[in-house]
């Protein structure tokens, strides 16, 4: 790989902080994506040595831009690791249609906003690693997650046909699916509920940001050349398909 720039959807706080510092450890040009939280991503800019956009990654037109003022900015994009997400909990028969929306457009809609921006560059260059941050309960479902669920799931299914249409290009598709992290949201929940959490967890804990970001790197390296329409657990256990 030649050009080492990469962009990550999420960038600035939580498992997607630590999947920008590691691939600015591993030499990439980083720039992160954020939405709203200002003070962390000028936290990131001075301790990563990063740039960060803001960006509404459900609008179309503005990940275009977005992409396009990354490539003037660093130069092309190798790597795109769609990170952003967002949770409006409800079971079904009480969730509004507002908390479906933001929460399908955020976590799925945004990978073919983003993509489509991406990917005409990467098949011109012949190069290029996209890894998609799922989730666990995108594999076995989660209660009052009808919304998330759905999301995670759909990514899944986005990154293996993205896989198939792009693999003859030099270009892998990949995704991860977490389980539970330790982060702030996390943190922010009752001990008992946590316990309860860690009982279902065969390794005993929970996952550390730092573990995601690991993977995320090797995904994004000349070492993985080879995997591609992956879907890659990291849930200690917890739920194996």
Not at 18 to 28: D, P
Not at 40 to 65: F, H, S
Not at 79 to 93: Q, S
Not at 130 to 147: A, E, P, R
Request: aromatic share 6%.
């Amino acid at each position: 790989m030649t050009n080492k720039v990469a962009i990550v959807t999420g960038g600035t706080r939580g498992i997607g902080r630590s999947i920008s510092e590691a691939l600015v450890k591993a030499g990439y040009k980083v720039a992160a994506f954020y939405h709203g939280n200002e003070e962390a991503a000028k936290q990131c800019e001075t301790e990563l040595g990063l740039k960060a956009y803001k960006v509404d990654v459900t609008d179309y037109d503005a990940c275009a831009a977005a992409c396009a003022a990354v490539e003037a900015d660093l130069g092309p994009v190798a790597v795109l690791v769609n990170n952003a997400g967002i949770t409006r909990d409800a079971v079904l028969h009480k969730m509004t249609a507002q908390q479906w929306h933001e929460v399908v457009n955020t976590n799925m809609t945004s990978l073919f906003n983003t993509c489509r921006a991406i990917v005409p560059g990467m098949r011109d260059r012949g190069f290029g690693r996209i890894v998609n941050i799922s989730s666990i309960n995108g594999q076995k479902g989660q209660f009052g997650q009808t919304n998330y669920s759905a999301a995670k799931a759909g990514m899944i299914g986005f990154t293996k046909a993205l896989a198939l249409e792009n693999a003859a290009k030099g270009i892998t598709v990949n995704a991860i699916a977490p389980g539970y992290i330790e982060t702030d949201m996390t943190a922010s929940m009752r001990q008992d509920v946590l316990d309860s959490i860690v009982r279902q967890i065969p390794a005993g804990r929970m996952g550390r940001c730092d573990e995601i970001a690991g993977l995320v790197a090797y995904l994004a390296s000349d070492f993985a050349g080879f995997i591609n329409g992956a879907t890659i657990a990291a849930n200690g256990g917890q739920y194996m398909s």
